[in-house]
T-cell receptor, first 118, second 112 residues
Framework: GAVVSQHPSWVICKSGTSVKIECRSLDFQATTMFWYRQFPKQSLMLMATSNEGSKATYEQGVEKDKFLINHASLTLSTLTVTSAHPEDSSFYIC??????????????FGNGTRLTVT | GQQLNQSPQSMFIQEGEDVSMNCTSSSIFNTWLWYKQDPGEGPVLLIALYKAGELTSNGRLTAQFGITRKDSFLNISASIPSDVGIYFCAGRAQGGSEKLVFGKGTKLTVNP
């Protein structure tokens, strides 16, 4: 149980275009999903917390107008990288925790999306 | 903000050896989690700890939630080649949200 599916697994786009990444909880409902970014050989850096039906909460230094997050249902959150530039190239990972559990429930992660902006 | 210090940064061991890695925090945590990440994939949950002093095993893996609630360790016994990967500790601070703070990872290499 507790499977999180992320799509696409990799994407290459041209500079200036936008890219949408989907994160789905397949066998549970997630009121909260998290979006992380990971640079090579580094740890996961939290970008934003996605709450179903409300605005996302962004971490300090993360541009909310550049990284648009939508959490329209209890099983789907999307991250759109707008006007992508080469420096946005990174590994983006989402995670989710089950809605029916308390705050101590562990987070389960998607398999990540490798974004390359040319 | 909260920070996690994870050590060692990397380990090179022979197959069959035991491995130990740990994390310490600057504040009290109410949840400790250990993940393993393979290249190009998302982290996979290994062990979750919720109580101070809790000792939990998952096969050859054993992890403990420190009594002070500011540290945790992960042990791997009788390592095998497929144990290769990056291990991350993660935790939730007391009184905090569901957000996880991650350590910087321990890269494990197992020589056959």
């Amino acid at each position: 149980g507790a499977v999180v599916s992320q799509h696409p697994s990799w994407v290459i786009c041209k500079s200036g275009t936008s890219v949408k990444i989907e994160c789905r909880s397949l066998d549970f409902q997630a009121t909260t999903m998290f979006w992380y970014r990971q640079f090579p050989k580094q740890s996961l850096m939290l970008m934003a917390t996605s709450n179903e039906g409300s605005k996302a909460t962004y971490e300090q230094g993360v541009e909310k107008d550049k990284f648009l997050i939508n959490h329209a249902s209890l099983t789907l959150s999307t991250l759109t990288v707008t006007s992508a530039h080469p420096e946005d190239s990174s590994f983006y990972i989402c995670s989710a925790s089950a809605a029916n559990l308390d705050r101590t429930s562990p987070l389960h992660f998607g398999n990540g999306t490798r974004l390359t902006v040319t | 903000g909260q920070q996690l210090n994870q050590s060692p940064q990397s380990m090179f061991i022979q197959e069959g050896e035991d491995v130990s890695m740990n994390c310490t925090s600057s504040s009290i945590f109410n949840t400790w989690l250990w993940y393993k990440q393979d290249p190009g994939e998302g982290p996979v949950l290994l062990i979750a700890l919720y109580k101070a002093g809790e000792l939990t095993s998952n096969g050859r893996l054993t992890a403990q939630f420190g009594i002070t609630r500011k540290d945790s360790f992960l042990n791997i016994s009788a390592s095998i080649p497929s144990d290769v990967g990056i291990y991350f500790c993660a935790g939730r601070a007391q009184g905090g949200s569901e957000k996880l703070v991650f350590g910087k990872g321990t890269k494990l290499t197992v020589n056959p």
